[in-house]
């Protein structure tokens, strides 16, 4: 039951976002922003549950209609950025290297477009770290590890010309709850959740 | 929409439960002076007249108590061998105070009296009022993160109480790297004696203290135990508090086919 409760929480705020979206739309819309067959979108993000882990990403979007497109995502991420010895333990490495596409929607307003899209993709973590206190002989040990990576992408874009604002967030839905149903495994989509900042181009 | 659809039908599945009988009291500890709830989950079959049963102190009672209690029961059956009495420590003072060895910027240090709660009060009254076994082999102490770490405070300081650990996610990391310490001091005293302990882990606990002290631990135990049972497990994709429910029931099965 708690399931329920909680994916119907994040489905009503995913669907009052779209919505309201929608109605700034209909009232301010004249339809001229600009709807370029491709668009790059490079940015740089980080993860806002830990505060540590920094991106960059690119994002390359297909507009195959004015209101379907396909797109690409790419990210590296540099992880545990500010805390990499602590009690002894040292962070020898830490990085994500993240793939996706997903098909999205867009809504157009007058001067900014909101893509809705839909991801799927892998993500892949690499990280190591070494116990070196000096009380005891060095022990490393090291992850590389291979996930699958799902999720719904928001892209907010601003501008008219060549060049835009682009902003977006990705809230993964992996492990909760396509891994797992136990609502504890959230720690791990939190973990993948990003926001973004960018500029893209028109092409 | 599609999407919307598969996460619907996800999101309507059931989870089945097995139902069990507990009890539940209080105690006022004059060890730590606070005062705990204990609920004790009864096997199926308890029969008090004819057997007396292993008994699993659960810490984090509050969250970890319903989980441990009806999956101990589905793996019993699962491997035709008896349940054991689950014993859930509810809070009394804070984790971070009762679950902590020493006095450091992340916890209080009050495990040395909440083990004397759990050794001098809590044990012999679960093992006056109902069929508890009484020998170290047939008490198993269940703990994550801090409460893992207690556990290994449990494991290196009193040795004598527990003979089987299910250490999920323990914070080995605290005070820089203390529990490592005390297993090296009390090594010699302990090391012969037969011990089952699992250690686990979320595979993707990235945040730079988890898993370097973690495999220090586990190369201690493996190469300077040589009656131990020893079992590592890394959760794939899961972190810090998903890997926690996938680790009980590893551990679980592991002291159910091990014991």
Not at chain 1, 22 to 28: D, F, L, P, V, Y
Not at chain 2, 168 to 189: A, F, G, H, T
Request: glycine residues 6%.
């Amino acid at each position: 039951m708690k399931h329920i409760i909680y994916l119907s929480i994040y489905f009503v705020l995913v669907s009052l976002t779209s919505l309201s979206a929608q109605n700034g739309q209909i009232k301010t819309a004249k339809h001229s922003f600009p709807v370029a067959k491709l668009t790059i979108e490079p940015a740089i993000g980080l993860n806002p549950y830990s505060m540590s882990n920094f991106l960059v990403s690119n994002i390359v979007q297909w507009n195959i209609e004015k209101r379907l497109s396909i797109v690409s995502y790419t990210s590296y991420a540099y992880n545990n950025a500010l805390e990499r010895d602590f009690n002894y333990i040292r962070t020898d490495y830490n990085n994500s290297l993240t793939q996706k596409f997903g098909i999205g929607t867009s809504l157009y307003g007058k001067r900014s477009a909101h893509t809705f899209s839909m991801m799927a993709g892998i993500k892949y973590d690499a990280f190591q770290e070494t116990l070196h206190n000096p009380e005891f002989e060095p022990v490393t040990a090291t992850v590389k590890s291979v996930s699958p990576d799902f999720g719904l992408m928001y892209n907010w874009k601003v501008g008219k010309g060549k060049c835009f604002f682009s902003y977006r967030m990705y809230l993964p839905i992996y492990p909760y709850p396509l891994k797992s149903f136990d609502i504890w495994s959230l720690d791990g989509n939190l973990a993948n959740m990003t926001m973004e900042f960018g500029m893209g181009i028109r092409l | 929409m599609p999407f919307l659809f598969v996460l619907i039908l996800v999101s309507c599945q059931q989870e089945e439960s097995i139902p069990f009988l507990s009890e539940e009291f209080s105690i006022n500890s004059a060890s730590t002076g606070a005062t705990y709830t204990i609920n004790v989950a009864f096997p199926q079959d308890y029969n008090p007249n004819t057997q007396s049963y292993a008994t699993m102190y659960v810490l984090d009672g509050e969250e970890n108590f319903n989980f441990v209690a009806e999956n101990c029961e589905r793996i019993s059956r699962e491997l035709s061998t008896s349940n054991v009495l689950v014993v859930s420590i509810g809070y009394g003072r804070d984790r971070a105070i009762d679950y902590t060895p020493s006095d450091a910027n992340e916890g209080g240090g009050g495990a040395a009296q909440f083990m004397l709660f759990v050794k001098d009060e809590l044990i012999p009254r679960i093992e006056s009022d109902y069929a508890a076994d009484t020998a170290r082999e047939s008490r198993i102490i269940l703990g994550h993160s801090f409460g893992g770490l207690f556990a290994a405070y449990a494991f290196t300081n009193y040795n004598a109480v527990f003979g089987n650990y299910l250490m999920l996610s323990p914070s080995i990391w605290y005070d820089n790297e203390i529990i490592l310490k005390m297993e090296k001091e009390n090594r010699s005293s302990i090391a012969n004696r037969h011990q089952l302990v699992y250690l686990g882990l979320g595979e993707l606990e990235g945040g730079g203290r988890m898993l370097a002290p973690f495999q220090a631990f586990y190369v201690q135990l493996e190469r300077n135990y040589p009656g131990i049972a020893l079992e590592k497990q890394l959760q794939p994709h899961l972190d810090h508090q998903g890997s926690k429910n996938p680790n009980i029931l590893d551990g679980l099965h592991f002291y159910f086919q091990n014991r």
